[in-house]
Every structure is written in structure tokens, then in C-alpha cells.
T-cell receptor, first 115, second 117 residues
Framework: AQSVTQPDIHITVSEGASLELRCNYSYGATPYLFWYVQSPGQGLQLLLK??????LVQGIKGFEAEFKRSQSSFNLRKPSVHWSDAAEYFCAVGASRQGAQKLVFGQGTRLTINP | DSGVTQTPKHLITATGQRVTLRCSPR?????VYWYQQSLDQGLQFLIQ???????AKGNILERFSAQQFPDLHSELNLSSLELGDSALYFCASSVAQGLAGLLDTQYFGPGTRLTVL
């Protein structure tokens, strides 16, 4: 069965500092991996996704993620955070089988930005 | 704005009651998904519909049911509500049903916050 672990429940960084959010997945085949962001009171917005190919994926808002098969990881990074990046971040792994699609989400990492 | 709309935005009701949540997918999307987000369970997949037919089931309780109508909007019905059903319910949509094993990108609506008192 698929599963996702986000080891950090809450992270605080200073504005302008670099960021890395960790995500580890468990899946038997080549995974489809996603990062979503949820701002307070909002729905989930897709930041980036990995299906195949280049293991370094660029997303919106200056985010990138790197797929490392050997470590079963898909960590999210940003070189310099902005106060508007404060939100909850969810990593997800997906599978598609005979038309049935399912996303399994991690528990989320809440990001706080210090001014 | 993802293009997925959900109504109502907030819903407050009492235990034992029944409610209906509505979702309109993005224009052109044939698949609709329902998720529940609660503090203790996190974000959980409930059910998927594709072009009116059920395609996948997740951790959906028997008290819950869903359907997708010919105009592709979907409704999630929650009955015999319990305190523990209080949560944020998200609808998402995608273009197709993941043909040939490919996974579509799902676009999420703003959610309906259900409070059961």
C-alpha cells in the first residue's frame, strides 16, 4: 500500500532563508509524486508534480523538488522564502489502476516565517 | 482559483442529521474526487467518479454516499451525522480517468467546512 511520511510537523524559518521540507514515500512501483500547498482557509494548490524523467522538478512560486529513488524521497526546496509562503504543505503519492485514481497524502508540514 | 467550485462554504448541523455537499468540476474535467480533512485523520481520499460512474473508493463510511450527475457536478451525501464527521470536505477534479495507467493532476476546490454539534 502507498504511504507518505512528512517527518516535520512544524518548521519555522526566517524570511529570506532557504527551505527544505522532507517527504518520504512508500510505493511498489514508480510513483507519481505531488506537492500541494494550503493557505489558511483555502483549498489545496498544486506546487509541482513528478511523473517521470528529470528528477529535479520546477514548480510555481520558486519551489523545486528532487526525486531520489534510492532514498524514497521527494523533498521540496526553495532558496529564499517570503512571508507569503507561510502555509501548510502536503506531499502526496498517487497511483492509477484501471481508471481508478487515488492520492495518498502525508500529514502535512506547517511552515511559519519569522520576519 | 482552480476552477472547481464547492457549496456551501460552511455548514453547521446537529448530530443525526443529513447534509449534501455540492461540487462543480473544472470545465472539461470528467473525474471528480472527494476528500475529507480532519485534525486526527489528516487528508483522506473518499471516492472518485468518472463521467457518472464510481471508479475508486477509499475510506468512505457507509453513512456517506456520492453521485455524479450528467452535467458532471457531484454531490456528497452525509447521513446520521456524528461529532467526528466535523471536517473540511474537499472536491477535486481532473481531465480523465487515468487511462493507460497515467495519473491525472487533480485540482482542488476551496472546500466545505462541516461542523456537527
Amino acid at each position: 500500500a502507498q504511504s507518505v511520511t512528512q517527518p516535520d510537523i512544524h518548521i519555522t524559518v526566517s524570511e529570506g532563508a532557504s527551505l527544505e521540507l522532507r517527504c518520504n514515500y512508500s510505493y511498489g512501483a514508480t510513483p507519481y509524486l505531488f506537492w500541494y500547498v494550503q493557505s489558511p482557509g483555502q483549498g489545496l494548490q498544486l506546487l509541482l508534480k513528478y511523473f517521470s524523467g528529470d528528477t529535479l522538478v520546477q514548480g510555481i512560486k520558486g519551489f523545486e523538488a528532487e526525486f531520489k529513488r534510492s532514498q524514497s524521497s521527494f523533498n521540496l526546496r526553495k532558496p529564499s522564502v517570503h512571508w507569503s509562503d507561510a502555509a501548510e504543505y502536503f506531499c502526496a503519492v498517487g497511483a492509477s489502476r484501471q481508471g481508478a485514481q487515488k492520492l495518498v497524502f502525508g500529514q502535512g508540514t506547517r511552515l511559519t516565517i519569522n520576519p | 482559483d482552480s476552477g472547481v467550485t464547492q457549496t456551501p462554504k460552511h455548514l453547521i448541523t446537529a448530530t443525526g442529521q443529513r447534509v449534501t455537499l455540492r461540487c462543480s468540476p473544472r470545465s472539461g474535467d470528467l473525474s471528480v474526487y472527494w476528500y475529507q480533512q480532519s485534525l486526527d485523520q489528516g487528508l483522506q481520499f473518499l471516492i472518485q467518479y468518472y463521467n457518472g460512474e464510481e471508479r475508486a473508493k477509499g475510506n468512505i463510511l457507509e453513512r456517506f454516499s456520492a453521485q455524479q450527475f450528467p452535467d458532471l457536478h457531484s454531490e456528497l451525501n452525509l447521513s446520521s451525522l456524528e461529532l467526528g464527521d466535523s471536517a473540511l470536505y474537499f472536491c477535486a477534479s481532473s481531465v480523465a480517468q487515468g487511462l493507460a495507467g497515467l495519473l491525472d493532476t487533480q485540482y482542488f476546490g476551496p472546500g466545505t467546512r462541516l461542523t456537527v454539534l
